[in-house]
């Protein structure tokens, strides 16, 4: 749950991936059934960086758009995997020709940069785990929490 008490539910993009499946039709996004089976590779970051993407926030947020009752009140999931993408992107940012959160920090991006930082932190400690109602920084499943925090 989110600091807005909106749920972040994986739902949405198991969704968008059964949506994608059967209609064979794929709305620009790297999802496939790898990346739903998460759990047979927990530690494979390449998969998490494409599962907490734009391009997965954004195809749900289309099919929201049109109207689609399976993605229904999706704003704190494509709120979540905008903030991660983003996170993802500027930790791993080299290039200084790149474009938007891809370009390593410098003195013409460090405001930018850091504002954005503020933010995810502040977004990141105010995740709650709605089944405990417990805030996931001091949850069983902190580390990858507090990692981005830090």
Same mark, same amino acid.
């Given at each position: 749950?989110?600091?807005?008490?909106?749920?972040?539910? /994986?739902?949405?993009? &198991?969704?968008?991936?059964?949506? +994608?499946?059967?209609?064979?039709?794929?709305?620009?996004?790297?999802?496939?059934?790898?990346? *739903?089976?998460?759990?047979?590779?927990?530690?494979?970051?390449?998969?998490?960086?494409?599962? *907490?993407?734009?391009?997965?926030?954004?195809?749900?947020?289309?099919?929201?758009?049109?109207? *689609?009752?399976?993605? &229904?009140?999706?704003?704190?999931?494509?709120?979540?995997?905008?903030?991660?993408?983003?996170?993802?992107?500027?930790?791993?940012?080299?290039?200084?020709?790149?474009?938007?959160?891809?370009?390593?920090?410098?003195?013409?991006?460090?405001? +930018?940069?850091?504002? /954005?930082?503020?933010?995810?932190?502040?977004?990141?400690?105010?995740?709650?785990?709605?089944?405990?109602?417990?805030?996931?920084?001091?949850?069983?499943?902190?580390?990858?929490?507090?990692?981005?925090?830090?």
């Amino acid at each position: 749950m989110d600091d807005e008490k909106k749920f972040v539910k /994986f739902k949405y993009i &198991e969704e968008l991936h059964q949506l +994608q499946e059967n209609t064979k039709l794929h709305l620009a996004n790297h999802l496939r059934a790898a990346h *739903l089976a998460w759990f047979k590779k927990q530690m494979n970051v390449k998969l998490a960086a494409k599962l *907490l993407s734009e391009s997965v926030a954004s195809s749900i947020q289309f099919c929201e758009l049109i109207k *689609l009752t399976q993605v &229904e009140n999706c704003e704190a999931t494509t709120r979540f995997l905008r903030v991660f993408d983003k996170l993802f992107d500027l930790l791993n940012s080299r290039n200084f020709r790149a474009n938007a959160f891809k370009q390593a920090m410098q003195a013409s991006n460090y405001s +930018q940069y850091f504002d /954005f930082l503020i933010s995810s932190r502040a977004y990141i400690a105010q995740l709650i785990d709605p089944a405990t109602g417990e805030n996931l920084r001091r949850s069983n499943r902190k580390t990858v929490f507090l990692g981005f925090i830090v």
